[in-house]
């Protein structure tokens, strides 16, 4: 089983920055590529953001790329989404997601193990 925790959501003013962190435990975290996903109120999950098992491959949704960075230490059992720029279309719960594939995917159902989410507000 893994467990995964979010962390570094909250409000943020149009404009500005804010850094998630989602830490694992339960697994070698390095044996899967890792996915950041956010759904907002009356919409469906949709994907943001995903890296490779070594990190050394990354994707990104349209709507955040050249915007949104994710990285991973697998020292620490960490991925994160750096989020600069933000929009009050970025509003959502973002959902930290891990998958037993080494490569980073767009696709929901390739991750079997998801976190609680954490609150992302930006105001405008």
């Known amino acids: 089983q893994v467990q995964l925790v979010e962390s570094g959501g909250g409000l943020v003013q149009a404009g500005g920055s804010l850094r998630l962190s989602c830490a694992a435990s339960g697994r070698t975290f390095s044996d899967g590529g890792m996915g950041w996903f956010r759904q907002a109120p009356g919409k469906e999950r949709e994907f943001v953001a995903a890296?490779?098992?070594?990190?050394?491959?990354?994707l990104y949704a349209d709507s955040v790329r050249a915007r949104f960075t994710i990285s991973r230490d697998n020292a620490k059992n960490t991925v994160y989404l750096q989020m600069n720029s933000l929009k009050p279309e970025d509003t959502a719960v973002y959902y930290c997601?891990?998958?037993?594939?080494?490569?980073?995917?767009?696709?929901?159902?390739?991750?079997?193990?998801w976190g609680q989410g954490t609150q992302v507000t930006v105001s405008s």
């Open positions: 997601a891990a998958s037993r594939l080494a490569y980073s995917t767009g696709n929901g159902s390739r991750y079997s193990y």
């Open positions: 890296i490779s098992r070594s990190g050394g491959s990354t």
